[in-house]
């Protein structure tokens, strides 16, 4: 599935193959956030959000790739940021969607609970072919 | 990563979460904190969270766990430092922690083992 291909210079692209590169990419996009004027509050939710996606890449998808880039519409501005992997895929998206539901030892938040955290979620998974998630947060103006 | 260092002083742990802790070092904690309770009379575990920026559903599940379990075996967890930011972020994620009580600092942390705040800890346990 691997399509992350952005010659942008402004684009932060980083490996999700072990524990410690899910703490390298949010921290990333923590600073990067910090340093694009989103509030505290807003840093720390897409942060939060980037970490929850990371993990279930590592987890269920056997690791992926990540890309942290800065994006703009009309009138506002703010961080997207695409996680994937080859992994096995989500067989029930709706199902992985709703709180509660988990196939590992969570408690099941780690796909809703991101999704709230972020202005925008757009999540592709085809079975045996892996998962795409792409996030989007705009700084509070 | 180093493991998180486990500290005894009065009868009490205490955990200091580094800013970049992973979910290795994480269970590694949990592991730890454990042993020491199950090892020596413990009035209490305090953990340290004023440096993390993030803490994410797992982070938080293992949080919640220490003190689930230390609670099993009568020891009270309090977790002390957390940000606005974070909390915020807790809440909207959906994370419940039915067996920790929250401190601002370290010495209100101290302040409700020791009794010296009354009634703070009793939560239904």
């Given at each position: 599935?691997?399509?992350?291909?952005?010659?942008?210079?402004?684009?932060?692209?980083?490996?999700?193959?072990?524990?410690?590169?899910?703490?390298?990419?949010r921290k990333h996009v923590l600073d990067r956030a910090r340093e694009m004027g989103f509030d505290s509050a807003g840093s720390t939710k897409l942060a939060t959000a980037?970490?929850?996606?990371?993990?279930?890449?590592?987890?269920?998808?056997?690791?992926?790739?990540?890309?942290?880039?800065p994006c703009t519409e009309p009138g506002r501005s703010g961080l997207r940021v695409v996680i994937e992997d080859e992994g096995p895929g989500i067989p029930d998206v709706l199902k992985a969607m709703?709180?509660?539901y988990t196939t590992g030892g969570g408690m099941g938040l780690g796909l809703p609970g991101a999704k709230r955290l972020v202005d925008d979620m757009?999540?592709?998974?085809?079975?045996?072919?892996?998962?795409r998630v792409e996030i989007v947060k705009w700084t509070r103006m | 990563m180093a493991n998180v260092p486990v500290l005894r002083s009065r009868g009490?742990?205490?955990?200091?979460?580094?800013?970049?802790?992973?979910?290795?070092?994480?269970?590694?904690?949990?592991?730890?904190?454990l042993r020491d309770i199950s090892r020596t009379r413990t009035n209490?575990?305090?953990?340290?969270?004023?440096?993390?920026?993030?803490?994410d559903s797992f982070l938080g599940r293992i949080v919640s766990e220490v003190a689930n379990c230390a609670s099993i075996m009568d020891v009270d967890t309090v977790v002390c430092g957390m940000r606005p930011s974070v909390a915020m972020t807790l809440v909207e994620?959906?994370?419940?922690?039915?067996?920790?009580?929250?401190?601002?600092?370290?010495?209100?942390?101290?302040?409700?083992?020791?009794?010296?705040?009354?009634?703070?800890?009793?939560?239904?346990?």
């Open positions: 599935m691997h399509s992350i291909r952005i010659d942008d210079p402004d684009c932060f692209q980083h490996s999700i193959a072990n524990p410690i590169d899910v703490v390298v990419l980037v970490s929850e996606l990371a993990r279930n890449a590592l987890e269920h998808g056997g690791g992926g790739e990540a890309a942290c880039c709703s709180d509660g757009k999540l592709i998974s085809l079975p045996g072919r892996g998962t | 009490m742990l205490f955990v200091t979460l580094p800013e970049d802790i992973d979910d290795v070092v994480a269970r590694r904690m949990l592991d730890d904190l209490g575990v305090v953990i340290d969270i004023s440096a993390l920026d993030i803490v994620l959906g994370m419940e922690f039915p067996k920790v009580t929250f401190a601002m600092n370290m010495d209100h942390a101290t302040d409700l083992l020791a009794g010296e705040v009354p009634d703070a800890l009793d939560k239904d346990r």
